[in-house]
């Protein structure tokens, strides 16, 4: 596994070793004709300022990335102004006008609301500074110039993989069904639709013959969606959920969680009416995202199933070295131009790979890799 993270870490690398001397136009960039080249401002020795704003401070994963990608372009020689917007989108739009008014020459940006932030981006662009989206695609405007993520859809098969697995769902059919409950993401993240996606193809062919079933009958993205990924959300609904549809003999046996947070409230709102202390009541078979310390610990425990590990230092990685790449005026290469559209256009995209984490991989895959330090892990 340390061999797939250097793998992983080398392909983000490789992936945007540059052409040189292509210089983008401005309108088509938003990069700025005759900008100075590498992290040099326009006073000379001034360092050029990088904008970065990142959705909040209470998720761990943003702690990490703000870090990874302030460090990296730090030590290339730019300035850095990270914001984080207490997922409040009135908060974010107000960080990026601040942001343009200072004078940034690049901004880095992953959002609330995707929707939200046409405005913004508009000013950006008068005022010819890239925007490169950062995990999360920013909607309906022209005025984004790239999107730096992990295959979104890929995750959701994901997703999808660690029920397939979990569950064995091969050996179940409609005489023998596996019990289910699903959740989704944030509506207003377009990175939600990738997951649902990829998880809903991937446990399709269980659910036409059968061997699959939502007590609930709650499966559409809309119904099962969690606003703003918010983990005391979906523990009330999962406390819903029980007390409609399992006061009787019916037993959950899974529930697909696209977020490390929700599992975990999941499985508090289970162990609330007896999953995992009664007999014939084990705890579901949950997976997740973003492999945060806690469910490390809980995956450790053999209560979490497993979740999807998207390791946010080949992200933060990538991203310093697009930001540079665009500040030097050449043009990455090694971006795919198919697959994001924003609903304006479609957004030239570096996708990385993500790595599912289970009790069987977890020392390599997160504690090996210094993904999580021991420090971080306490004493589990
Ligand atoms: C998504 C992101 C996930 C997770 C979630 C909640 O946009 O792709 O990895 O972090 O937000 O913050």
Redesign the pocket.
């Known amino acids: 596994m340390k061999l797939m993270q250097r793998m992983l870490m080398a392909a983000a690398v490789i992936a945007l070793i540059t052409a040189s001397g292509c210089n983008r136009s401005a309108k088509t960039s938003g990069a700025q004709s005759g900008t100075p080249s590498s992290a040099q401002g326009q006073a000379g020795d001034e360092k050029a300022l990088v904008g970065v704003v990142m ?1 909040t401070r209470s ?1 761990e ?2 702690i990490k990335d703000g870090n990874a990608v302030k460090e990296g372009l730090e030590k290339l020689g730019y300035s850095v102004d990270l914001q984080y917007s207490d997922d409040d989108i009135a908060t974010q739009t107000r960080q990026i006008d601040d942001l343009i008014t200072k004078g940034v020459k690049a901004l880095v940006i992953a959002s609330i609301d995707g929707s939200a932030l046409s405005n913004q981006l508009a000013n950006a662009a008068a005022a010819k500074i890239p925007v490169i989206s950062y ?2 695609l920013l909607m309906q405007s022209p005025n984004v110039d790239y999107y730096v993520s992990f295959d ?1 859809y890929k995750v959701g098969v994901q997703m999808g993989d660690i029920l397939v697995t979990g569950l064995k769902l091969d050996q179940a059919s409609s005489a023998n069904p596996v019990i289910v409950e699903l959740f989704a ?2 509506p207003d ?1 377009n ?1 939600s639709v990738g997951f649902y996606q990829g998880a809903m193809d991937r446990l399709k062919p269980y659910f036409d013959n059968g061997a699959l079933k939502v007590p609930s009958g709650q499966i559409e993205r809309t119904v099962i969606g969690t606003l703003r ?1 918010d983990a005391a959300e979906a523990q009330k609904r999962m406390e819903n959920l029980l007390s409609a549809y399992y006061s009787g003999d019916v037993v959950l046996n899974g529930i697909l969680s696209p ?1 490390d947070p929700i599992s975990l409230s999941c499985l508090e709102a289970c162990k609330a009416v007896g999953y995992g202390s009664t007999p014939g009541k084990p705890l579901p078979v949950v997976g997740g ?2 492999c945060i310390v806690a469910s490390v610990k809980s995956i450790l425990a053999g209560e979490q199933y497993a979740t999807v590990l ?1 390791d946010t230092r080949s992200l933060g990685a990538a991203t310093v070295t697009l930001v540079d790449t665009i500040m030097q005026g050449k043009t990455p290469t090694g971006l795919d131009y198919t697959s994001y559209n924003n609903g304006a256009k479609i957004v030239p995209s570096l996708l990385l790979d993500s790595v599912i984490v289970t009790k069987d991989n977890v020392q390599s895959a997160v504690i090996d890799s210094g993904y999580h330090t021991l420090a971080e892990r306490g004493k589990n």
């Open positions: 959705p998720e994963r943003w995990d999360r979104n993401g944030s993240d990175n990924w977020y995202q973003d998207k």
